[in-house]
């Protein structure tokens, strides 16, 4: 264990552990400011925003020898003996004369920039800049060119950190980005023809320190003060990326990655961070309906759960179709409830929307051709519930005999999901009830149309390809009309209070081996799955193993 | 003129000098077949560190000593570049050695890849010299016909390939690791230290940069040892342990003022006045010298006062330059605007910084915007102070910057303001007298002519 010396705290660090200045200082809570300096990123060490003070303690004498002149914490690691000052006269100076200088150029347009209230620039010329200009450059430029389909760069707002670039050299591995002309001429730009475009563009975005990349997605449509972040897990493929769900008044603004080590580092692909658009499309469905002889009348959704009680009680056979974009606890709340009306009930794993191949990039981020979030989780409980697991097609093939009379199908699918060929086998039913979020063939057939919720709108727990469960709370309240799932199989199953994911989570870790270790807190970051896979053997999902864990 | 009998220059004027014949006629590789003949690699590194051989680039970092930072048992390969961008203005002592005895360079550039176990040598050449680069390739075909270069060098175990390979023109190239950089094809961007090149260089293989004249003086060392070297020349000041002294002999370029510019051979220890007036036939015009660059303009100024001044590595820091640098003294008659001097250097500085440090990159180009205004006779006196802060704020001395381009595009506004301040207040009181007071801050919004 080594002893890094910040500011006069002591901070450890450990034997194998290589991290740099800016890491030990934060460690001390101490902030040291950068520009170009990412953890995902090669360090350029060109910003010189974080240069500090730094030395060697002895490790006998305990004497302490000062390096004469300022270094880049970026880029001196901090081992035992390090010694970082950064509160000296050199070094406040030097933060405020970097200060000047990035804004001798820089046109302060503030009021109009995107970026203004999350701005590196805007943030340290508050705590190290100088209150005063002293020069007389004109700076009021203010060119814009567009890079590609999904980024816009204001070419005057940019500090040249060269974050952009080394990401597109080093994490999507296509190279689009680079720095023309020299010295105060440079600029960030792209060759022609060759635009910013690729599935990670939108990342460059959310790495520049100041408003001058611009999502085009985002422009000019919400001032970042008046959003809270809601921490929460993409749904648009397997990976499960950790995002941050940026909302105001129940509309989602933008997607933004949340850092997640396990998952996603610090990036998103574009296909997810631009995919929650279908969560405000106009034609989302809202009215829960009633089937009433040929006509379909509303329905209210304070009646429904009794009358729904009603049906299935009489309903004959059940089956039950799980969509994969349900959450864990849906899903264990839902296959309850099929199983409390039928023991017998058939419970199907939804279909899983498959979209090209897996797709692996440089820095080590994967797109996965899986597009929907939850599938390892739900089979998992389906294991715990039927013997084997049922897939969309055989359950198919069972409604073809004849022998199912009814059939709950919980889609919520931001896609178009069934075609009528396949709805058409859903015919033969005496009840269908459908909970989804668009129209389908199968919605047009269901005896009950349930409106249903969308990503923003779940609270739960997501498993994704690699067996990590993260757990989320909503961050929008669902359109009138909607009631999340959840909520809806709560009641069913005559729970007390509200819908409380958490419980629920407790109770499926409790009862199902395969989530055991989701039976504590769960972190920001997830957990792994996998742990107690190993540590029970074999990995079994019986009810006999879940009970000696439980 | 004195008495020094040029070593480096002896060829330079003979009939075809640049030729392998000439060369060889004269003498030529016979410090090389000696060194592969009776010398290993470890006797020659050794041979070139005893004589306190400085790099002649401009850090004057002692040559020896930078080869044996090259990591031991290395499996390689080890590359040597040579630096033969020669942007520093008014400096053109390496041009005339490739111009006129490009086998001098290749025969040193041979021994040092030898000492250092090299197997290829890329010599990166500035674009604006055609002449350069038409002779050095043809002295290299010529070493290769000779078996001079290629396999088994003379018969020995030793192979060697050298390329000549041409820059694009822009003065970071000769920064030694913008100049990697450039030879790995991408942007001259000076790399971050540690790792230096000596560990991880070229194609992250250990590599050894070194100037066009240090190589001619690695050919002269081993063709007529170490003490002929030491016997020219300052010797270490014995107080100070560490200093390696000014050994050799020195390529002076003149230019400016002058009646007799041109690149002169001289002992290094010699004074500013003395190069003037011995070598360049004095100031032009009959007219006083006012100041000089010492040694390429990033190395500051010499007020005429300071001109007894020896041009040694030591000398001009002393007087508060930079340093010796690539000795190249540009003499600045009394009828110069010491104003016009430091905004054309603010000029060459803004254009050539390479943008990636900000201190730099900004500093440069606030400090020209700066004299740009001065000039146009707006000036204030408090941009004196402002120009003095940029100056002692940018460059490695500070820790402000990666590489040296914005020392050298500090010292020479320090220099001028510090040296020449009387001046420069005297001018802006008289071009902007209603003016030149003025201290408060200038707002953004409101907008100074003449940008």
Redesign the interface.
């Given at each position: 264990m080594g002893i890094v010396i910040v500011d006069g705290h002591e901070v450890e660090v450990g034997p194998q552990e290589r991290i740099n200045c800016i890491q030990a200082a934060a460690r001390a809570g101490i902030d040291i400011p950068y520009y170009c300096w990412h953890p995902g990123l090669s360090?350029?060490?060109?910003?010189?925003?974080c240069?500090v003070e730094t030395g060697a303690k002895h490790p006998e004498t305990g004497a302490i020898t000062m390096v004469p002149?300022?270094?880049?914490a970026c880029?001196t690691p901090a081992k035992d003996g390090t010694v970082v000052v950064t509160t000296s006269k050199?070094v406040v100076?030097?933060r405020s004369?970097?200060e000047e200088?990035?804004l001798?150029?820089h046109p302060?347009d503030c009021p109009i920039c995107d970026k203004a209230g999350e701005c590196l620039l805007q943030d340290y010329h508050f705590e190290h800049g100088q209150s005063?200009?002293?020069?007389?450059?004109?700076?009021?430029t203010s060119r814009r060119r567009e890079l590609g389909p999904t980024v816009t760069l204001f070419v005057d707002r940019c500090?040249?950190c060269s974050r952009c670039v080394r990401f597109a050299r080093e994490i999507s591995g296509t190279r689009e980005l680079l720095?023309i002309?020299?010295?105060?001429?440079?600029e960030i730009d792209v060759f022609p023809g060759h635009p910013l475009d690729n599935k990670m563009s939108g990342n460059v975005v959310d790495l520049c320190p100041v408003g001058a990349l611009g999502d085009k997605d985002f422009l000019y449509k919400q001032r970042v003060w008046f959003m809270k972040n809601q921490p929460g897990v993409c749904a648009g493929c397997s990976t499960g990326c950790s995002i941050e769900i940026c909302q105001n008044q129940d509309t989602v603004y933008r997607l933004k990655p949340r850092e997640n080590p396990f998952v996603n580092k610090w990036w998103m692909c574009d296909e997810g961070r631009y995919g929650y658009h279908h969560v405000h499309r106009a034609d989302r469905l809202v009215e829960p309906r009633r089937r009433d002889g040929a006509a379909l009348v509303n329905a209210d959704w304070s009646a429904l759960p009794q009358e729904l009680d009603a049906r299935l009680k009489k309903a004959g056979r059940l089956a039950v179709v799980i969509s994969p974009f349900l959450t864990v606890e849906e899903a264990y709340l839902l296959a309850q409830m099929a199983k409390k009306y039928d023991p017998q009930a058939v419970l199907a794993l939804g279909p899983v929307p498959v979209d090209g191949k897996d797709e692996k990039f440089p820095g080590g981020f994967t797109i996965h051709a899986e597009k929907c979030p939850n599938r390892k989780g739900v089979e998992a409980v389906l294991n715990k519930f039927s013997e084997r697991l049922v897939t969309f097609d055989q359950l198919l093939t069972e409604l073809d005999s004849g022998t199912i009379r009814a059939a709950w199908v919980a889609g919520g699918y931001p896609k178009p999901w069934i075609d009528e060929a396949t709805a058409e086998r859903f015919d033969k039913l005496d009840l269908l009830i459908a909970q989804d979020m668009f129209d389908s063939p199968l919605w047009q057939r269901a005896t009950y149309q349930l409106p249903g919720a969308s990503f923003a709108e779940r609270a739960g727990s997501y498993v994704n390809c690699n067996d990590r469960l993260q757990s989320f709370d909503w961050a929008i309240r669902p359109p009138a009309g909607v009631w999340i799932e959840g909520h809806l199989y709560w009641r069913l199953l005559g729970r007390k209070g509200m819908y409380n994911p958490r419980s629920v989570l407790s109770e499926v870790a409790a009862e199902i081996i395969y989530f055991a270790a989701a039976g504590g807190e769960v972190s920001p970051v997830g957990v792994d799955l996998k742990v107690n896979l190993l540590a029970a053997g074999n990995g079994a999902t019986t009810p006999a193993a879940a009970q000696a864990t439980a | 003129m004195p008495k020094f009998e040029p070593v480096l220059l002896a060829n330079i004027g003979k009939p075809n000098s640049h030729t392998l014949a000439a060369y060889q006629a004269a003498g030529g590789y016979k410090g090389l077949r000696k060194v592969l003949k009776e010398m290993t690699p470890a006797a020659t590194i050794d041979l070139v560190k005893a004589s306190n051989l400085r790099g002649r680039g401009g850090a004057g970092f002692p040559t020896g000593l930078k080869w044996t930072f090259l990591p031991k048992d290395h499996p390689g390969p080890i590359y040597m570049c040579i630096n033969a961008d020669e942007s520093e203005p008014a400096t053109f002592n390496n041009r005339i050695l490739m111009e006129e005895d490009p086998h001098q360079v290749l025969e040193g550039t041979i021994i040092s890849c030898y000492a250092t176990r090299a197997s290829t040598a890329y010599i990166y050449l500035r674009f604006e010299y055609p002449l350069c680069y038409e002779r050095l390739q043809k002295a290299i075909d010529e070493c290769y016909a000779a078996n001079l270069l290629g396999k088994k060098i003379l018969g020995s175990e030793f192979s060697l390939d050298i390329y000549l390979h041409r820059g694009a023109a822009a003065y970071i190239c000769g920064e030694e690791t913008g100049l990697i950089e450039s030879l790995e094809g991408k942007r001259a961007w000076p790399r971050i230290k540690p790792p230096f090149p000596a560990v991880e260089g070229l194609f992250r293989k250990p590599t050894v940069v070194n100037n066009v004249e240090t190589m001619a003086c690695v050919t002269q060392i081993a063709a007529r040892g170490v003490d002929w070297f030491k016997s020219i020349g300052v010797p270490s000041d014995p107080k100070n342990p560490r200093d390696p002294g000014s050994y050799g002999p020195k390529l002076y370029c003149i230019s400016g003022h002058i009646n007799k510019p041109g690149c002169y051979e001289a002992p290094l220890g010699i004074t500013c006045r003395q190069l003037i007036d011995e070598y360049g036939g004095g100031v032009w015009k009959g007219r006083k010298a006012k100041a000089a660059v010492p040694g390429g303009i990033s190395m500051g100024l010499l007020t005429e006062a300071e001109f007894d001044t020896p041009l040694d590595f030591a000398g001009p820091g002393k007087v508060g330059c930079l340093g010796l640098g690539t000795a190249a003294v540009t003499v600045i008659d009394e009828t110069v605007s010491m104003v016009d001097f430091l905004h054309n250097t603010c000029r060459f500085f803004q254009h050539e910084s390479c943008g990636q440090c900000t201190p730099c990159r900004e500093g440069t180009n606030w400090a020209l915007r700066m004299m740009e205004r001065i000039k146009a006779g707006r000036g204030r006196l408090r941009d004196l102070d402002l120009l003095l802060e940029i100056g002692d704020s940018i460059g490695i001395i500070p820790g402000s910057t990666i590489c040296g381009l914005a020392d050298g595009a500090a010292w020479p506004m320090k220099n001028a303001i510090r040296k020449f301040r009387g001046e420069f207040e005297e001018y802006i009181r008289r071009t902007n007298p209603s003016g030149y007071m003025t201290t408060e801050a200038v707002q953004a919004m409101s907008v100074a002519a003449g940008h």
């Open positions: 360090v350029v060490a060109s910003c010189r925003m240069l002149k300022l270094v880049p880029q050199a100076e030097n004369r970097v200088s990035l001798l150029d302060i005063q200009r002293r020069t007389d450059i004109r700076p009021f500090v040249m720095v002309n020299r010295g105060s001429h440079e | -």
